[in-house]
Protein backbone atom coordinates (compact mmCIF):
# COMPACT_ATOMS: atom_id res chain seq x y z
CA UNK A 1 0.00 0.00 0.00
CA UNK A 2 2.77 2.12 -0.99
CA UNK A 3 1.38 5.94 -2.56
CA UNK A 4 4.38 7.89 -4.29
CA UNK A 5 2.01 10.68 -5.92
CA UNK A 6 -1.11 11.89 -6.05
CA UNK A 7 -1.11 10.25 -9.92
CA UNK A 8 -0.33 6.97 -9.33
CA UNK A 9 -2.88 6.45 -6.21
CA UNK A 10 -5.67 3.79 -7.43
CA UNK A 11 -8.66 5.79 -5.94
CA UNK A 12 -12.72 3.96 -6.69
CA UNK A 13 -15.48 6.04 -6.09
CA UNK A 14 -18.30 4.69 -5.08
CA UNK A 15 -21.68 6.14 -5.95
CA UNK A 16 -24.74 6.10 -7.64
CA UNK A 17 -25.60 9.38 -8.08
CA UNK A 18 -23.80 9.73 -11.39
CA UNK A 19 -23.69 13.86 -10.91
CA UNK A 20 -21.73 13.60 -7.70
CA UNK A 21 -19.69 10.97 -9.16
CA UNK A 22 -18.58 13.30 -11.35
CA UNK A 23 -18.16 16.07 -8.83
CA UNK A 24 -15.83 14.11 -6.68
CA UNK A 25 -13.78 12.55 -9.99
CA UNK A 26 -13.07 15.99 -11.11
CA UNK A 27 -12.44 17.90 -7.68
CA UNK A 28 -9.52 15.22 -7.60
CA UNK A 29 -8.67 15.33 -10.64
CA UNK A 30 -8.00 18.68 -10.30
CA UNK A 31 -5.56 17.90 -8.02
CA UNK A 32 -4.10 14.92 -9.95
CA UNK A 33 -5.39 12.06 -8.71
CA UNK A 34 -7.06 9.92 -10.72
CA UNK A 35 -10.17 7.79 -9.47
CA UNK A 36 -12.70 5.38 -11.02
CA UNK A 37 -16.45 5.86 -10.42
CA UNK A 38 -18.50 2.14 -10.06
CA UNK A 39 -22.19 2.75 -9.09
CA UNK A 40 -23.52 -0.34 -6.55
CA UNK A 41 -21.44 -2.08 -4.35
CA UNK A 42 -21.40 -5.33 -6.10
CA UNK A 43 -18.77 -3.66 -8.60
CA UNK A 44 -16.76 -1.63 -6.16
CA UNK A 45 -16.00 -5.28 -4.11
CA UNK A 46 -15.20 -7.12 -8.07
CA UNK A 47 -13.43 -4.04 -9.11
CA UNK A 48 -11.28 -4.35 -5.60
CA UNK A 49 -10.69 -8.09 -6.02
CA UNK A 50 -9.27 -6.95 -9.26
CA UNK A 51 -7.05 -4.44 -8.31
CA UNK A 52 -6.15 -3.34 -4.79
CA UNK A 53 -7.50 0.01 -4.44
CA UNK A 54 -5.11 2.78 -1.84
CA UNK A 55 -8.55 4.27 -1.50
CA UNK A 56 -11.92 3.52 -1.65
CA UNK A 57 -14.79 6.42 -1.41
CA UNK A 58 -17.91 5.24 -0.62
CA UNK A 59 -21.78 6.37 -0.10
CA UNK A 60 -23.70 4.64 1.96
CA UNK A 61 -26.90 4.88 0.46
CA UNK A 62 -26.84 2.33 -2.51
CA UNK A 63 -29.35 0.74 -4.74
CA UNK A 64 -28.12 -2.68 -3.83
CA UNK A 65 -26.84 -2.78 -0.85
CA UNK A 66 -25.72 -0.83 2.07
CA UNK A 67 -22.80 1.09 2.19
CA UNK A 68 -22.07 -0.41 5.82
CA UNK A 69 -22.23 -3.92 4.35
CA UNK A 70 -19.71 -2.38 1.21
CA UNK A 71 -16.49 -1.03 3.77
CA UNK A 72 -16.73 -3.90 6.41
CA UNK A 73 -16.75 -6.46 3.19
CA UNK A 74 -14.08 -4.60 1.56
CA UNK A 75 -11.79 -4.84 5.21
CA UNK A 76 -12.22 -8.66 5.33
CA UNK A 77 -10.82 -9.21 1.84
CA UNK A 78 -8.02 -6.81 1.01
CA UNK A 79 -8.40 -4.13 3.67
CA UNK A 80 -7.35 -0.53 1.98
CA UNK A 81 -8.34 2.80 3.17
CA UNK A 82 -11.63 3.71 3.25
CA UNK A 83 -13.51 7.03 3.37
CA UNK A 84 -17.55 7.33 3.57
CA UNK A 85 -18.87 9.97 1.79
CA UNK A 86 -22.81 10.28 2.84
CA UNK A 87 -25.61 12.24 2.94
CA UNK A 88 -25.86 10.39 6.38
CA UNK A 89 -25.28 12.55 9.40
CA UNK A 90 -26.33 10.60 12.44
CA UNK A 91 -23.88 10.21 15.37
CA UNK A 92 -24.66 6.03 15.02
CA UNK A 93 -23.51 6.10 11.45
CA UNK A 94 -20.05 7.76 11.81
CA UNK A 95 -19.28 5.85 14.20
CA UNK A 96 -20.31 2.61 13.29
CA UNK A 97 -18.22 3.78 10.16
CA UNK A 98 -15.69 4.28 12.04
CA UNK A 99 -15.70 1.20 13.81
CA UNK A 100 -15.72 -1.13 10.64
CA UNK A 101 -12.48 0.32 10.07
CA UNK A 102 -12.90 3.62 7.38
CA UNK A 103 -10.64 6.13 7.74
CA UNK A 104 -12.53 9.03 8.08
CA UNK A 105 -16.63 10.33 7.01
CA UNK A 106 -17.63 13.39 5.36
CA UNK A 107 -21.29 14.16 4.93
CA UNK A 108 -22.55 16.15 1.66
CA UNK A 109 -23.17 18.38 0.71
CA UNK A 110 -19.17 18.43 1.00
CA UNK A 111 -16.73 20.79 -0.50
CA UNK A 112 -14.66 19.75 -3.03
CA UNK A 113 -11.17 21.45 -1.00
CA UNK A 114 -11.97 19.76 1.79
CA UNK A 115 -12.63 16.50 0.13
CA UNK A 116 -8.82 16.72 -1.29
CA UNK A 117 -7.19 17.78 2.01
CA UNK A 118 -9.17 14.46 3.68
CA UNK A 119 -7.89 12.46 0.76
CA UNK A 120 -4.40 13.28 0.94
CA UNK A 121 -3.92 13.45 4.44
CA UNK A 122 -5.32 9.73 4.16
CA UNK A 123 -2.48 8.56 1.36
CA UNK A 124 -0.23 10.18 3.25
CA UNK A 125 -0.72 8.58 6.68
CA UNK A 126 -0.16 4.93 4.40
CA UNK A 127 2.53 6.24 2.75
CA UNK A 128 4.08 7.17 6.13
CA UNK A 129 3.17 3.90 7.58
CA UNK A 130 4.30 1.54 4.42
CA UNK A 131 7.57 0.32 4.75
CA UNK A 132 9.46 3.24 2.13
CA UNK A 133 13.28 2.85 2.92
CA UNK A 134 15.40 -0.41 3.19
CA UNK A 135 16.59 -0.36 6.40
CA UNK A 136 12.43 -0.44 7.05
CA UNK A 137 12.05 -2.75 5.15
CA UNK A 138 14.93 -5.35 6.67
CA UNK A 139 13.50 -4.95 10.38
CA UNK A 140 9.84 -5.43 9.31
CA UNK A 141 8.22 -7.64 12.09
CA UNK A 142 7.94 -6.38 15.66
CA UNK A 143 7.98 -8.26 18.77
CA UNK A 144 6.30 -6.97 21.76
CA UNK A 145 5.82 -9.13 24.70
CA UNK A 146 4.35 -12.21 23.14
CA UNK A 147 2.84 -10.45 20.46
CA UNK A 148 4.41 -10.61 16.93
CA UNK A 149 3.35 -7.95 14.09
CA UNK A 150 4.59 -8.16 10.43
CA UNK A 151 4.27 -4.48 8.90
CA UNK A 152 4.73 -5.82 5.70
CA UNK A 153 1.63 -8.20 5.79
CA UNK A 154 -0.09 -6.07 7.93
CA UNK A 155 -0.47 -9.48 10.18
CA UNK A 156 -0.66 -9.72 13.75
CA UNK A 157 -0.04 -13.00 15.55
CA UNK A 158 -1.15 -13.18 19.52
CA UNK A 159 0.58 -14.82 22.00
CA UNK A 160 -1.45 -18.29 21.38
CA UNK A 161 -0.79 -17.95 17.85
CA UNK A 162 -3.93 -17.07 16.70
CA UNK A 163 -3.80 -14.68 13.32
CA UNK A 164 -5.34 -11.32 14.55
CA UNK A 165 -7.87 -9.53 11.51
CA UNK A 166 -6.55 -5.96 11.62
CA UNK A 167 -8.71 -3.42 9.44
CA UNK A 168 -6.24 -0.81 7.39
CA UNK A 169 -6.54 1.62 9.65
CA UNK A 170 -5.87 -0.17 12.55
CA UNK A 171 -2.74 -1.80 11.20
CA UNK A 172 -1.65 1.82 10.53
CA UNK A 173 -2.10 3.01 14.12
CA UNK A 174 -0.11 0.29 15.66
CA UNK A 175 2.59 0.94 13.33
CA UNK A 176 2.33 4.44 14.64
CA UNK A 177 2.38 3.32 18.07
CA UNK A 178 5.16 0.47 17.33
CA UNK A 179 7.49 2.78 16.03
CA UNK A 180 7.19 5.13 18.90
CA UNK A 181 6.65 3.33 22.40
CA UNK A 182 6.54 4.31 25.83
CA UNK A 183 6.27 8.13 24.54
CA UNK A 184 2.87 9.87 24.69
CA UNK A 185 1.29 10.38 21.23
CA UNK A 186 -1.57 13.29 20.90
CA UNK A 187 -4.36 12.43 18.45
CA UNK A 188 -3.04 14.15 15.85
CA UNK A 189 0.35 12.51 15.69
CA UNK A 190 -1.80 9.63 15.61
CA UNK A 191 -4.17 10.50 12.94
CA UNK A 192 -1.58 12.05 10.15
CA UNK A 193 -0.86 16.18 10.06
CA UNK A 194 -4.68 16.95 9.58
CA UNK A 195 -5.65 19.45 12.58
CA UNK A 196 -8.69 17.87 13.97
CA UNK A 197 -11.47 19.27 16.03
CA UNK A 198 -11.81 18.81 19.38
CA UNK A 199 -14.93 16.62 18.86
CA UNK A 200 -13.51 14.38 16.12
CA UNK A 201 -13.26 10.68 17.93
CA UNK A 202 -12.47 8.91 15.29
CA UNK A 203 -8.91 8.06 16.75
CA UNK A 204 -10.78 6.98 20.22
CA UNK A 205 -12.80 4.60 18.23
CA UNK A 206 -9.82 3.12 16.46
CA UNK A 207 -7.93 3.08 20.20
CA UNK A 208 -10.67 0.83 21.28
CA UNK A 209 -11.18 -1.38 18.72
CA UNK A 210 -7.40 -1.99 18.61
CA UNK A 211 -7.64 -2.35 22.46
CA UNK A 212 -10.49 -5.11 22.03
CA UNK A 213 -7.91 -6.40 19.84
CA UNK A 214 -4.95 -6.67 22.00
CA UNK A 215 -5.42 -5.95 25.79
CA UNK A 216 -6.79 -9.18 28.48
CA UNK A 217 -9.50 -6.48 29.73
CA UNK A 218 -9.92 -3.76 27.10
CA UNK A 219 -11.56 -1.96 29.85
CA UNK A 220 -8.06 -1.68 31.97
CA UNK A 221 -5.84 -1.71 29.07
CA UNK A 222 -1.69 -2.23 29.81
CA UNK A 223 -0.42 -2.17 26.33
CA UNK A 224 -2.83 1.48 24.90
CA UNK A 225 -2.62 3.53 27.91
CA UNK A 226 -4.82 6.56 27.62
CA UNK A 227 -3.03 9.96 29.06
CA UNK A 228 -5.83 11.94 29.85
CA UNK A 229 -5.60 15.33 28.03
CA UNK A 230 -2.57 14.44 26.13
CA UNK A 231 -3.39 11.48 23.86
CA UNK A 232 -1.72 7.63 23.95
CA UNK A 233 0.89 5.56 24.78
CA UNK A 234 2.09 2.39 24.16
CA UNK A 235 3.31 0.83 27.08
CA UNK A 236 5.88 -2.15 26.14
CA UNK A 237 9.60 -2.88 24.94
CA UNK A 238 9.20 -3.17 21.12
CA UNK A 239 12.49 -5.07 19.28
CA UNK A 240 11.84 -4.85 15.20
CA UNK A 241 13.57 -7.65 13.87
CA1 LIG B 1 -26.57 7.47 -2.79
Redesign the pocket.
Known sequence: MTVIDAASATIFVL???SDIARLICNSLAEYGFRCEHVSTGRQLLERAQRTAPDLCIV?L??PDMDGMQVVRQLQDGSPCAVLILTGRNGVTDRVLGLELGADDYIVKPFEPRELVARVRSILRRYQRAAPAEAAAEARHIARFGEWRFDRERHALTAPDGREINLSAAEAGLLMTLLERPNRILSREQLLGERDIDPFDRSIDVRVSRLRRKLEDDPHDPHLIKTVYGAGYLFSAQVSWQ
Open positions: EDDDGL
